[in-house]
């Protein structure tokens, strides 16, 4: 296992930065870094951690232009992966990309998918899909080369809601199919 490497980044944050794939054990060991610095800093404890955090149901029409894709690649039916998919619980491990999108790991192993060979210039706001071991969530319109499932109307950033992002580290999100249309 290769160990993460640590760097400042100014007066007041630090990268933490690992290889791939992200897993819990090392967002687990990321938490407790922020946690030592907060309790260093005097900051406040209130950390997320895995197990703790909200649970956030997110309702999703499975309609995305990849899931006949993703359903040949890992040998599934298109029902099976929308199945797999919904019935997983997923961990905000970070945010990053754009604001509100985070990084859900705990995806089950037989849809693991690699990226797209050639992403997209635009991915819609509220496209969900996945990319190599995660899955997540597209919070505004941008390039992706993540495989697409399908989408919601759930907003993930809101600069007027405090916090702004729906969804914060150590948070466990589950999917619920609305519709499947392949």
């Excluded at 961990?91 to 089950?108: E, R, T």
């Excluded at 996945?130 to 600069?159: C, H, M, N």
């Amino acid at each position: 296992m290769t160990r993460p490497r640590i760097h400042p980044l100014g007066d007041t944050a630090l990268v933490c930065e690992s290889a791939p794939p992200a897993t819990l054990d090392c967002q687990r060991r990321c938490w407790a870094l922020a946690e030592a610095a907060r309790l260093a800093a005097g900051w406040d404890a209130a950390a997320a951690t895995d197990e703790g955090g909200a649970k956030i149901e997110i309702p999703v029409c499975c309609d995305g232009p990849d899931l006949a894709d993703v359903a040949r690649h890992t040998g599934l039916s298109i029902d099976e992966v929308v199945k797999r998919h919904t019935e997983g619980e997923y961990i905000v491990f970070f945010l990053s990309f754009q604001p509100g999108f985070a990084y859900l790991g705990g995806l089950d192993d037989s849809l693991h998918t690699p990226r797209r060979a050639e992403p997209r210039l635009e991915v819609p706001a509220g496209i969900v899909g996945i990319g190599g071991v995660q899955t997540g969530i597209y919070p505004a319109a941008s390039p992706g080369g993540w495989q697409l499932l399908g989408r919601t109307e759930v907003k993930l950033f809101d600069p007027t809601r405090n916090p702004p992002t729906l969804m914060q580290p150590g948070d466990r999100v589950r999917f619920k199919a609305v519709e499947v249309r392949a």
